[in-house]
Nanobody, 121 residues
């Protein structure tokens, strides 16, 4: 069955780095756009970073642009989020997302369970 399993979260001091991984099973990610979202307590889930199927095009939220890097290894069926220069406001649960269009106005989407990232000041 389909599973997206995030790992790599933890506690880090401001200015530090973490590398999140999203290991996918049940489907091949090469046909999916992949992304990372995050949700802090009391806040809405927000987009962090996305990468299209080939890995060539990427997109980032303004709040993380220049600090975070999304990448994908289709051969390993895994997506990564390298997070550098972490700030306390980056503290959130980070979720992996996979999307594929199945028609002109329809899509199939999968979500992981999330991994906690806590940045102390």
């Amino acid at each position: 069955q389909v599973q997206l399993v995030e790992s790599g979260g933890g506690l880090v001091q401001a200015g530090g780095s973490l590398r999140l991984s999203c290991a996918v099973s049940g489907f091949t990610i090469s046909n999916y756009h992949m992304g990372w979202f995050r949700q802090a307590p009391g806040k809405e889930r927000e987009f962090v970073a996305g990468v299209e199927r080939s890995g060539y095009y990427t997109d980032y939220a303004d709040s993380v642009n220049g600090r975070f890097t999304i990448s994908r290894d289709n051969a390993k069926n895994t997506v990564y989020l390298q997070m550098n220069s972490l700030k306390p406001e980056d503290t959130a649960v980070y979720y992996c997302n996979a999307v594929v269009w199945t028609g002109p106005i329809s899509e199939k989407s999968y979500w992981g369970q999330g991994t906690q990232v806590t940045v102390s000041s």
